[in-house]
């Protein structure tokens, strides 16, 4: 079946500190990748997302993913994170073609960012 | 523009009531997707609805239904609650439906369920 792995739950580290979370999925068909950011207590927002072209993806707040089809994986960095960083993170993949095309989420990486 | 509302907030219900949420998408927006988050699942999809019309549905029971409406303003009802019913649900709107509306969805804050 296919899947989304997110590597770690939760992700501790110090404000000014690069981060990298991960994301492995597992897909046979060309596939668009996507990273969205949750706040307590609020919604999804798309971070980024890769659909085609460059495999280095640069989205808001100074974070960025490469896409590497070989290691069907998607990570996301930043190179120094803040405080306000702080948040959930998901990793969503759409697998499949035409009507068969599904939407698939990891089950999140907490990011915790310490002062 | 005014993003994604879900009301209300926050919904406290007893097991084997219902209960109805609302969600009213981005101005423009045709397309609704519900989706159920919980810590033990995550995100786990319902139903899409785009023009009045549902185009998927998830794996859920049918004491999970939803509506739009030609406004494109959509409800979710679940009957008969149970406890395994507590959870954020999280609505999502798009100009088109998925897969070419994935591009630009737009969640919003969610409605906090809680079921005792």
């Known amino acids: 079946a296919q899947s989304v792995t997110q590597l770690d739950s939760q992700v501790p580290v110090f404000e000014e500190a690069p981060v990298e979370l991960r994301c492995n999925y597992s897909s046979s068909v060309s596939v668009y990748l996507f990273w969205y950011v949750q706040y307590p207590n609020q919604g999804l927002q798309l971070l980024l997302k890769y659909l085609s072209g460059s495999t280095l993806v640069k989205g808001i707040n100074g974070f960025e993913a490469e896409f590497n089809k070989s290691q069907t994986s998607f990570h996301l960095r930043k190179p120094s994170v803040h405080i306000s960083d702080t948040a959930e993170y998901f990793c969503a993949v759409t697998t499949g073609a035409g009507n068969n095309r599904k939407l698939i989420w990891g089950l999140g990486t907490s990011l915790a960012v310490n002062p | 523009k005014a993003g994604v509302t879900q009301t209300p907030r926050y919904l406290i219900k007893t097991r084997g009531q219902q209960v109805t949420l609302s969600c009213s998408p981005i101005s423009g927006h045709r397309s609704v997707s519900w989706y159920q988050q919980t810590p033990g699942q995550g995100l786990q999809f319902l139903f899409e609805y785009f023009s009045e019309t549902q185009r998927n549905k998830g794996n859920f029971p049918g004491r999970f239904s939803g509506r739009q409406f030609s406004n494109s303003r959509s409800e979710m009802n679940v009957s008969t609650l149970e406890l395994g019913d507590s959870a954020l649900y999280l609505c999502?709107?798009?100009?088109?439906?998925?897969?070419?509306?994935?591009?630009?969805?737009?969640f919003g804050s969610g409605t906090r369920l809680t079921v005792v």
């Open positions: 999502a709107s798009s100009l088109a439906p998925f897969p070419e509306g994935i591009h630009g969805y737009t």
